[in-house]
């Protein structure tokens, strides 16, 4: 379980095919002498178990459902990522409960500068529009975020300066992939209700 609030962005070290089909990752950051096998670890959003770990680096494995499910396919070496450790009953929640389960990938559409931060607008497949609330919670690239606007499968979001430049948004271009949780809670609800034989997608 995470919180959405990115600690610190990592630096991809190298990326190695595994059998074909999954994917190692090295990746360096300041903790990584503190981490410890099976720990799980948030990159861009996506849950991860630490396989190995040294003084500045540690590892993860992506199987193929990763990989299908995210952009971390589409990783390159030297490439920075956001990074959160798991939560602890001693940590406050300070965004929102996040599992580190991407439910999909959405496009980058629009990035606009404002005065005092950006606007961020992201197209997602049309099957999750029942998963978007105005002003609600969303989880993109592992930062908890409030959506600003909605509109038909597109979101935008509100980007402050010190996420813009502690995460790895910074670097972000129109036509990027970017990971997306929905709201966990949400979820349940839709579910619920579609038990009920209610369906509320718009």
């Known amino acids: 379980m995470f919180t959405g609030i990115v600690q610190e962005t990592g630096k991809v070290e190298s990326i190695k ?4 089909g999954g994917q190692e990752t090295v990746i360096s950051c300041t903790f990584a002498d503190t981490c410890h096998v099976d720990e799980s670890i948030s990159i861009n959003g996506a849950c991860h178990t630490v396989t190995a770990f040294d003084e500045n680096t540690f590892t993860v494995q992506s199987v193929e459902e990763t990989l299908r499910k995210t952009s971390l396919g589409s990783l390159e070496e030297g490439e920075a990522v956001n990074l959160e450790r798991s939560l602890t009953l001693e940590k406050g929640i300070e965004g ?3 599992q580190g389960h991407v439910d999909t990938t ?3 559409t629009e990035i606009e500068k404002e005065e005092t931060g ?3 607008t992201v197209q997602y497949p049309d099957e999750f ?3 978007i609330v105005g002003r609600g919670s969303i989880t993109m690239e592992g930062i908890s975020l409030t959506i600003a606007r909605e509109e038909g499968n597109t979101f935008t979001v509100a980007i402050i300066p010190y996420t813009w430049e502690h995460t790895n948004l ?3 271009s129109e036509g990027d992939l ?3 949780e ?3 809670i949400g979820k349940y609800v839709v579910k619920y209700l579609a038990g009920l034989g209610r369906d509320f997608i718009s």
């Open 106 to 108: 959405g496009t980058i």
């Open 182 to 184: 929905f709201d966990v």
């Open 17 to 20: 095919s595994l059998n074909g």
């Open 129 to 131: 529009n029942n998963m």
């Open 96 to 98: 929102h409960l996040v």
């Open 178 to 180: 970017v990971n997306l």
């Open 170 to 172: 910074k670097n972000k």
């Open 118 to 120: 950006w606007l961020i």
